[in-house]
C-alpha cells in the first residue's frame, strides 16, 4: 500500500518539478533544485496523498537548515514512518555519492521495532561532460537503463559504473528489493519532447 501510495505522489511530484523549472528558469535549468527544496517539495505531495486516502500524517524533518546538503524528512503515520532523504547531485563525484550513502546510515539508526518503516530517496542531476556524471543512471539502477539510445540522441553517452548504489545499501543496510527510478519531468519547449540532461531519480525500500 505504501509504495502504491507513493507512485502516485511521485507521479503529481513529477509535475511539481517541470512547473518549478519554468517558473525559476534559469536557475532550476542549470543548478537543479537544493535537496532541501527537492525533498519539501515532494513531502508535501505525499502528505496530499495521504490526507486524500484519509491516513493522518506529521512531518517532521530533522535539521531546520535551508542550507544543509542531504535533508533528511520523517513523516510520522499511526501505523508506518515514512524517511524521506533529499540529496542534489550537483557533482556526480564519489564524494557527493557516499554522502548519500551516510545520509541512508543516519536514518537507519533512528529506526524502532514499534512501526513499520519505509524509505524514500530522492535526487535529482544535470549531466555534464565528466565520466562520472555519465555514470549516474547505471550507479542508481544498478546498471545500464534499457533507453541508452534515447540519451544518445541527446549527446549523452551513458557509461556503465562498478559500483552501484543498490549493491552498496544491500553490502552496508542490508537493504534488498528496493525501487530505483529514473524520471524525465522535463519537456523542451513546453512540447512532449523529453529533456534527457536532467534527471530526477528515487528509489523506495521497506527498511523493517
Known sequence: MVSDLLSVSIHQFKADCLQLCEQH???????????NHLGKTLCRRILSTLKQADIPAEL??????????????RIETPSFTLWIIAHH?????????EALVQSVNTACQQIDEEKQHH???VSDHWFDRSKASKEIPAWW?????????????DGIRL???AETLPECLQQKYLLSEGQHQIHHPLK????????HRYILLTAYYQIR
Open 119 to 121: 524509505l524514500l530517496i
Open 141 to 153: 539502477l544498478g546498471q545500464l537503463p534499457t533507453n541508452t539510445s534515447d540519451y544518445l540522441a
Open 159 to 161: 557509461q556503465e559504473c
Open 188 to 195: 523542451r519547449n513546453g512540447g512532449d519532447k523529453i529533456v
Open 25 to 35: 528558469y534559469p536557475t532550476v535549468h542549470n543548478r537543479g533544485m537544493r535537496g
Open 89 to 97: 547531485l550537483v557533482s556526480a563525484n564519489l564524494a557527493r555519492r
Open 60 to 73: 517532521h524533518q530533522g535539521h531546520h537548515d535551508d542550507a544543509l546538503e542531504q535533508p533528511i524528512f
